[in-house]
């Protein structure tokens, strides 16, 4: 009987543990929250967005090109000899004032050849007294000859002379008349003679002013070929002066770019002898050349002057030549250096004329199409005519309206209708306003 009740009263010593487990249990579950819900609903995507504004824009164009001078002069000898004066700043880079005494060489020969025309001149006037007088002597004898034929051959009818007489006369009237005639022929040849000699001694005196070479405006000396007492012939080249009161850039411009400038203008009727200058009328063009110094900026007013004869078939752009006006006198140290020859720049081309569009972000027009939040916050996919692309922005002709809300966040994948969560980029939105002040 112990037995039995010792076997029963260990399986009651089992439920203690067992109770103690559930009371924790149920004590540990007790500050716990029932499992929320899961909020069943349509899943929203955030997108940035922009309002479409309508901006004064003022069309612009840009192209790049180098500095070149407007004019360059090439100093090229005109005469033969041994040069015996250089400047002591003829030497490339040099600026050298108008009238600037150069190159001289030497005037020898050519005051000799002087001398020997001006000499055979005087000899000339010489030769010319002397065959006037003469002819004067012999007008006289040929006169006396006359009158003494006239009085033997009277003499001869009356049988008072012989006619051999009559004959010995005659020869020297006639002597006389030929050596009149002499002289008149030698004295119809002075006025050629003159000329002739005249001729020389201007080409002496030519030869002499180009023994001196000067500087024909203010220049900038280049490519210097000649030293001091060096022998020169004719036709050599002795170096080249830019002229540093102007220069140009032609600058490669897309045509795409120029189209721009166009726009609004195509009714205007352009007379071809006056193309440029028509051009830079009807389209009333602004011109600025910029030099990126890298922290800086630099930039110039320029004047638009033609547009090149060709279309580079490769690049298909033009080239478009504007003008800076005395680039030299407008440096400034740090800022603004001179404009050399050389020097790679960006031409701004800009129509003086604003023009009222609609604009949104080059980046936010997607093959053709822009994505639109609706009025219910979903996705709408529009298809819009661009007029054209500028810079980072691109104009629009049709397709969206003032106002419209134009995603600018990349949407992968955009799905028509889809519902967003929008969120205005206000610094886009601003800096998109201020195009038409910046432009």
Not at 54 to 63: H, I, Q, S, T
Request: net charge negative; charged share 30%.
């Amino acid at each position: 009987m112990n037995q039995k009740w010792f076997a029963g009263s260990r399986k009651w010593l089992i439920l203690p543990p067992v109770a103690l487990g559930i009371a924790i249990l149920m004590f540990m579950s007790a500050g716990k929250q029932p499992p929320a819900e899961a909020e069943r609903g349509e899943p929203k995507r955030t997108v940035r967005v922009i309002e479409v504004p309508m901006v004064e824009l003022r069309p612009k164009a840009e192209g790049f090109g180098p500095i070149e001078p407007a004019r360059v002069w090439t100093a090229v000898s005109q005469v033969a000899g041994r040069v015996t004066y250089i400047h002591p700043r003829l030497r490339d880079g040099e600026i050298l004032q108008q009238g600037t005494e150069l190159v001289r060489i030497d005037p020898t020969d050519y005051e000799i050849a002087l001398a020997q025309s001006q000499a055979e001149l005087m000899e000339l006037d010489g030769k010319e007294s002397n065959a006037r007088a003469s002819l004067e002597i012999e007008k006289r004898n040929l006169a006396l000859a006359q009158k003494e034929l006239e009085r033997i051959r009277k003499l001869v009818k009356k049988g008072t002379t012989s006619k051999s007489l009559a004959d010995e006369t005659e020869r020297t009237m006639l002597a006389y008349r030929a050596s009149v005639q002499n002289h008149q022929n030698t004295l119809a040849l002075v006025p050629a003679q003159r000329t002739l000699f005249e001729a020389r001694i201007e080409q002496a005196e030519r030869n002499l002013e180009h023994t001196v070479i000067t500087a024909p405006f203010d220049m900038r000396v280049a490519n210097l070929k000649v030293e001091a007492e060096q022998y020169v012939p004719i036709g050599q080249s002795l170096f080249e002066g830019d002229d540093i009161d102007r220069v140009e850039v032609k600058a490669q411009v897309a045509m795409s770019s120029l189209r721009r400038l166009f726009i609004g203008r195509e009714r205007f009727q352009i007379e071809f002898a006056r193309l440029n200058e028509e051009f830079a009328d009807i389209i009333a063009i602004n011109s600025i050349v910029q030099l990126d110094l890298g922290n800086h900026v630099a930039e110039w007013v320029a004047d638009f002057v033609r547009f090149s004869d060709t279309v580079d078939p490769e690049t298909r752009t033009m080239g478009v030549v504007v003008a800076v006006d005395e680039p030299f006198k407008k440096i400034i140290p740090g800022y603004k250096p001179p404009l050399s020859k050389g020097m790679f720049v960006k031409v701004v081309i800009s129509a003086k004329q604003t023009m009222q569009r609609m604009i949104v972000p080059r980046s936010s027009v997607r093959g053709g199409n822009v994505f639109v939040v609706d009025e219910e916050s979903r996705l709408r996919r529009r298809p819009v005519k661009i007029m054209f692309s500028q810079f980072d922005i691109s104009v629009i002709e049709d397709g969206i309206e003032l106002g419209d809300r134009v995603v600018v966040s990349d949407i992968v994948p955009a799905v028509d209708g889809m519902l967003l969560d929008v969120v205005l980029d206000e610094a886009l939105n601003a800096s998109l306003r201020e195009v038409g002040s910046d432009t």
